[in-house]
């Protein structure tokens, strides 16, 4: 019987999700998970297509579409799962001081506050930034505080973050 089926979008939506949450933790857990991560998307990629090239061939367009939906779909949703996952790090950050290397940095009147969100690995940075003077977004010429407050990241980040949630931004340089 030729159907449409949802469960193969579903199921690889949540391991992309999941595995998405994982690789945003700092550390070595980071390493081993974006490795697993790159084998279970190559296996998963490879399934979907021979079940999907089996149902074309049986002549079952929809359940073979279903499946190759399955491989696309979290590919268009790939901006608002890391986001999610952004979201989810934020808050393990913010309420149990978890998901960062190390303690966070703080200016006078912590005002701005890094937490570092780098995976460890060489060249890769990667901060969150609570600013409530959202001056972190403005390029360095038009801040009003000065860029001592901002922990000496105010002319890597100047201009060069992404707004992830209220006053919460993510700097990577």
Request: glycine fraction near 10%; aromatic fraction near 10%.
């Amino acid at each position: 019987m030729d159907r449409w089926l949802f469960w193969p979008v579903f199921t690889s939506l949540t391991i992309v999700t999941a595995l998405a949450l994982l690789c945003g933790f700092p550390g070595r857990l980071n390493l081993i998970v974006e490795a697993i991560s790159v084998l279970v998307c190559v296996i998963a990629c490879i399934a979907l297509l021979g079940v999907a090239l089996i149902s074309a061939i049986k002549k079952r367009p929809r359940r073979a579409s279903s499946f190759l939906l399955a491989m696309i779909v979290p590919v268009l949703l790939w901006w608002p799962i890391n986001w999610v996952a952004d979201c989810v790090h934020l808050g393990i950050t913010i309420g149990f001081g978890a998901g960062q290397l190390g303690a966070s940095s703080s200016s006078d009147g912590s005002r701005f506050v890094a937490y570092d969100w780098s995976t460890g690995f060489a060249g890769s940075n990667k901060l969150l930034i609570h600013d409530e003077t959202n001056e972190i977004a403005l390029p360095v010429a038009q801040h009003t505080h000065p860029l001592a407050s901002e922990i000496g990241l105010g002319e890597d980040c100047a201009g060069n973050v992404g707004h992830l949630l209220g006053h919460y931004y993510i700097c990577e340089f």
